[in-house]
């Protein structure tokens, strides 16, 4: 907690006190519906717990906004604080985070109910009809949005010194899920108004919950992926010191080349991942020839063109990665029919492999390596533009020309960079005099 910066501290005080000042009227008022209270607060609570059972599994802002649009304004912030007080926090100081997040949450809740919510739902109205509720409904939404967006701004400005477009960022991230719980929060709010009552309105919750632990099981599978790639790849890293963040920045000019191509998607994600994985046959590949200074002589060139092999085999079980395994086989083919290691022509090159060939031989010219020194970029995509049609797919070359116009070269910073060339940026560029591309020199 002394880590926090005495602002962070302002910062959490006034929203501490914000807060009490929000729920102060449902505690000492006579009229607050306690039943209700209670039950929703319950509901919310439970949720919580529920999600640090499963991370993951979301935030229920739905029972939120609900009490916004059925509970009077100060009685609906109060139903936020038992559950924030319980929920789940990552990181420390745990106590002040829940705090946080209790006041932020019964501020925005209060805001949400007074501009769209309560009056929507009073006694006197009854249940309105769907046209007449639904923008009070998303205005309710909005607003919780707005109000939590903007105080999340403002801590991470104090406490973590982060700049405020980050606030922005977020707030266009989080519009669409808003929306969607304030439909649900709607639906929740006309069920509890309706003859069915609160039981009914419960089952709003469960598709909710069905739906997002759908989602958060597939982004723990998307993280699994990524592990097992990281793992692959920090292996080859150890390895072949002399390469050390080559295979990233082939995935990232392999994404670049994939969708200036119209690819998307999943395609595009395996696309990169073939780019990351396509040297992963070195770990079979003895570590003399692969740090070896100066030419290979032609049996050390025959071992080493045996790692896309290897690396097929290393990858073959692993089904996520669909199309990639075969760009890692057959990422060293040429359009002429002259590489390896079956010797395919043209067409018969699968598409990935055309892609990662470019980006590979791309980022072996524009490194320094233990044998030569590095390309500028200019140069090394004329060289991919003069061995286009014998070496490399013409299209794709074109494709990766206007990419690298459009945006630049601006290699991905990863945490495996050696200290002389750090966090992934190509080495300053050299003038070389031309020659073959650099795979040709050295089959990396």
Aim: glycine share 8%; net charge positive.
């Amino acid at each position: 907690m002394r880590a926090l910066p005495r602002t962070a501290w302002v910062c959490v005080l006034c929203a501490v006190l914000g807060a009490a000042g929000c729920v102060l009227p449902a505690v000492t008022g006579p009229a607050t519906p306690w039943t209700a209270v209670a039950l929703l607060a319950a509901v919310y609570a439970g949720c919580e717990l529920l999600a640090r059972r499963s991370p993951g599994a979301g935030s229920f802002f739905a029972v939120l906004l609900a009490a916004a649009l059925i509970l009077p304004p100060a009685a609906a912030a109060l139903t936020a604080v038992p559950g924030a007080l319980l929920g789940a926090t990552e990181h420390p100081p745990y106590g002040v985070r829940r705090v946080w997040h209790a006041a932020q949450l019964a501020i925005a809740v209060r805001a949400a109910a007074e501009l769209g919510g309560s009056a929507l739902f009073g006694a006197e109205r009854g249940t309105p009809g769907l046209p007449y509720a639904l923008l009070p409904a998303l205005a309710a939404a909005l607003v919780l949005c707005l109000v939590l967006t903007a105080l999340d701004g403002a801590v991470r400005a104090t406490a973590e010194r982060l700049p405020l477009r980050t606030a922005r960022q977020a707030l266009a991230r989080s519009l669409a899920p808003y929306t969607v719980h304030g439909l649900a929060g709607l639906m929740m709010a006309v069920l509890w108004r309706s003859p069915f009552g609160p039981p009914a309105a419960l089952f709003v919750l469960l598709p909710m919950y069905i739906s997002s632990w759908v989602f958060a099981q597939y982004h723990r599978e998307r993280a699994a992926h990524r592990a097992t790639i990281r793992a692959l790849v920090q292996a080859v890293d150890i390895k072949d010191q002399y390469t050390r963040g080559h295979s990233e920045r082939v995935g990232q000019a392999s994404a670049m080349i994939a969708g200036e191509l119209g690819m998307a998607g999943d395609r595009l994600e395996a696309l990169r991942f073939a780019g990351i994985l396509h040297d992963v046959g070195k770990l079979g590949v003895p570590t003399r020839l692969l740090r070896k200074d100066g030419p290979l002589t032609p049996e050390e060139r025959r071992v080493i063109e045996l790692h896309p092999e290897y690396g097929h085999e290393m990858v073959r079980g692993i089904g996520f990665l669909g199309e990639a395994r075969a760009a890692i086989l057959h990422h060293h083919e040429r359009l002429d029919g002259s590489g390896y290691p079956y010797g395919l022509s043209g067409q018969q090159i699968p598409e990935f492999a055309r892609v990662v060939a470019i980006a590979d031989a791309f980022d072996a010219m524009t490194s320094t390596r233990s044998y030569r020194r590095a390309r500028p970029v200019d140069a090394a995509l004329r060289e991919l533009l003069r061995c286009a049609g014998t070496q490399f797919d013409p299209l794709m070359v074109q494709a990766f020309v206007r990419a690298l116009a459009r945006n630049g070269w601006h290699p991905a910073v990863t945490a495996d960079e050696p200290d002389d060339c750090p966090h992934g940026a190509v080495p300053p560029a050299r003038t070389t005099a031309p020659g073959p591309p650099a795979d040709v020199e050295h089959p990396t």
